[in-house]
C-alpha cells in the first residue's frame, strides 16, 4: 500500500492528452514538492518533473505538472507512442521523514 | 556527462548480507545526496534513503533501519548500500539516484540514474 496513491492504468491515443494523477495528504504533497518519473521496463526510472511543475533540461514541454491541494497530476499532450510506460509520482514526507513513491500508472498508448 | 555505474548483480542466502556499490563521475561527487531507491520484480519503486556525501550524515527510511547502512568514499567518489539479514521479498533492483539540486529541497528530485543491481535472495 503506497503512500501515494496513483490510478494503476491510464490509457489514451496518439496526439490525445492524457493527465494521471497523485493523491497524498497534508504531511507530503500538502507541504511539499512533487516530483514525476517515467520509466521503460527493464531501465531506469527518468525525471520528468521536479518541484511540482518543473522540467529537467531536455523533457519536451508536452509533459507538464500541477498541484492542487493534496493532489498532483502530470499531463501528457500530444501523445504519442513512445510514452507507453511507467509514471510514478513522489513526494517528501514530514511524518515519515523520507521520500515516498505512488504506485505507479501504467499508461497505454491505443 | 553525469554516470552512476553500480556493481553486478549478487545472489545471496536468506540471512546474509548484500552491499551494493555506486561510483559516480562528471559532477562533483560531495555536492549532491545520494538516494537508493529499491523495486521488486514487477513492483513499484521504493524509497530507502539517502547519503549526504559531503558529511556522511544519513537519513534511512523507517522500514529499513537497522538492517541497512549507506557509506561513502571520497577519495573515489563511490557509495555505498549495505543491507544485512536479507529476506526473498529483499530480491529486487537497487538503485542510486543523485539528488537534483545541491543541498536543498531540489535534492528530493532524483535526476540522474544507475543502471541498478539485482539482487537475489534464495535459499
Known amino acids: 500500500q503506497s503512500v501515494l496513491t496513483q490510478p494503476p492504468s491510464a490509457s489514451g491515443t496518439p496526439g490525445q492528452r492524457v493527465t494521471i494523477s497523485c493523491s497524498g495528504s497534508t504531511s507530503n504533497i500538502g507541504s511539499n514538492f512533487v516530483c514525476w518519473y517515467q520509466q521503460f521496463p527493464g531501465t531506469a526510472p527518468k525525471l520528468l518533473i521536479y518541484r511540482d511543475d518543473q522540467r529537467p533540461s531536455g523533457v519536451p514541454d508536452r509533459f507538464s505538472g500541477s498541484k492542487s491541494g493534496t493532489s498532483a497530476s502530470l499531463a501528457i499532450s500530444g501523445l504519442r507512442s513512445e510514452d507507453e510506460a511507467d509514471y510514478y509520482c513522489a513526494a517528501w514526507d514530514d511524518s515519515l521523514s523520507g521520500l515516498v513513491f505512488g504506485g505507479g500508472t501504467k499508461l497505454t498508448v491505443l | 556527462q553525469v554516470q552512476l555505474v553500480q556493481s553486478g548483480a549478487e545472489v545471496k542466502k536468506p540471512g546474509a548480507s548484500v552491499k551494493v556499490s555506486c561510483k559516480a563521475s562528471g559532477y562533483t561527487f560531495t555536492g549532491h545526496y545520494m538516494h537508493w531507491v529499491r523495486q521488486a520484480p514487477g513492483q513499484g519503486l521504493e524509497w530507502m534513503g539517502w547519503i549526504n556525501p559531503n558529511s556522511g550524515d544519513t537519513n534511512n527510511a523507517q522500514k529499513f533501519q537497522g538492517r541497512v547502512t549507506m557509506t561513502r568514499d571520497t577519495s573515489i567518489s563511490t557509495a555505498y548500500m549495505e543491507l544485512r539479514r536479507l529476506r526473498s521479498d529483499d530480491t529486487a533492483v537497487y538503485y542510486c539516484?543523485?539528488?537534483?539540486?545541491?543541498?536543498?529541497?531540489?535534492?528530493?528530485?532524483?535526476?540522474?540514474w544507475g543502471q541498478g543491481t539485482l539482487v537475489t535472495v534464495s535459499s
Open positions: 539516484a543523485r539528488g537534483y539540486g545541491g543541498y536543498d529541497w531540489d535534492s528530493v528530485a532524483a535526476s540522474h
